[in-house]
């Protein structure tokens, strides 16, 4: 059963850059398409980004458009989300998740089998 683990989170200021990652053990990612999820307090957890198995096809929510960026490099076994031009309203706890099957839509979070435990993102003012 694959374990996924998330880093890169922090504290960065409006307009600021993070990059995440999202890194396996127990298994290879390169089996999974990988989503990236996150959940504000008192907030439902919302789809962000996804990639499919080979890094071909890439998903991303109307609200991080043009601003994030997926990619994977599965030599390394991870994924990555770079996040540029923060936003306060970006804070959140941001997780990863594996899905080992192939889909037309990838932003329902009940197709994901696997989720790493998060990593949290705080964007100031």
């Known amino acids: 059963q694959v374990q996924l683990v998330e880093s890169g989170g922090g504290l960065v200021q409006a307009g600021g850059s993070l990059r995440l990652s999202c890194g396996a053990s127990g298994g290879t990612l390169s089996s999974y398409a990988i989503g990236w999820f996150r959940q504000a307090p008192g907030k439902e957890r919302e789809f962000v980004a996804a990639?499919?198995?080979?890094?071909?096809?890439?998903y991303y929510a109307d609200s991080v458009k043009g601003r994030f960026a997926i990619s994977r490099d599965n030599a390394k076994n991870t994924v990555y989300l770079q996040m540029n031009s923060l936003k306060p309203e970006d804070t959140a706890g941001y997780y990863c998740?594996?899905?080992?099957?192939?889909?037309?839509?990838?932003?329902?979070?009940?197709?994901?089998?696997?989720w790493g435990q998060g990593t949290q993102v705080t964007v100031s003012q």
């Open positions: 990639i499919s198995r080979s890094g071909r096809s890439t």
């Open positions: 998740a594996a899905d080992p099957y192939v889909r037309t839509s990838r932003n329902d979070q009940t197709n994901y089998d696997y």
